[in-house]
């Protein structure tokens, strides 16, 4: 598992290797033990599997909030995806930073999202598959949003972004009362 560190401390780009032969390839895309070793020990308890059909399908920017914040773990099983966490801690040197990556299922790429940032993507193919871990479940009384287009992100998007009604009238960045308070660097972070 080749592990980057991103801008923004705390969100990581984790590539687990591929072993392929002319029927195709095999993963390991997560490891607990593995990923402990390198102070990452997280406890996943739910999965979520979605499609998007067209392309520039925006989703996001969203968050749940404590006490069922959540760490995310996103990557792509078919398609293409332009990956996005916005860190939203308030007190954080980072505050209102974003990074972005490009998810395919061609490289194999996922984003870790920790808790306290926000989430969203964008896709780039039809048919996209978003498959993503999260250590908390749904919990629909702490679920948030904020603006895609209000945190200054270059989504490259080729056309009108396709969205839902809920992320269409969310509450801009600007005027976002953030759950989430810095509190010093990730465990994975030193």
């Known amino acids: 598992m080749r592990i980057e ?10 590539t ?32 979520n599997h979605s499609v998007s059909e067209a392309v520039n399908t925006v989703r996001g920017l969203h968050f749940q909030a404590p006490p069922h914040a959540q760490d995310k773990l996103v990557r792509c099983g078919q398609g293409a995806l332009f990956d996005v966490a916005v860190d939203i801690r308030r007190g954080s040197p980072s505050y209102g930073q974003w990074v972005g990556v490009d998810l395919t299922a061609e ?66 960045l600007a005027g976002f009362d953030s759950p989430f308070e810095w509190t010093g660097p990730f465990s994975w972070e030193g």
């Open 5 to 14: 560190h991103t801008v923004l401390p705390g969100v990581l780009i984790l």
């Open 16 to 47: 687990p290797a591929r072993f392929g032969d002319a029927r195709g390839f095999f993963s390991e895309s997560w490891n607990r033990r593995v990923l402990a070793e390198h102070g990452i020990d997280l406890d996943f308890v739910q999965d």
């Open 107 to 172: 490289n194999g790429r996922q984003l870790l999202v920790p808790r306290g940032f926000l989430h969203g993507f964008a896709t780039r193919a039809p048919m996209t598959e978003i498959i993503y871990k999260c250590t908390d479940y749904y919990a629909p009384e702490a679920d948030g949003a904020v603006l895609w287009s209000s945190c200054g992100i270059d989504w490259g998007l080729t056309g009108d972004p396709v969205l839902s009604g809920k992320d269409a009238a969310a509450v801009p």
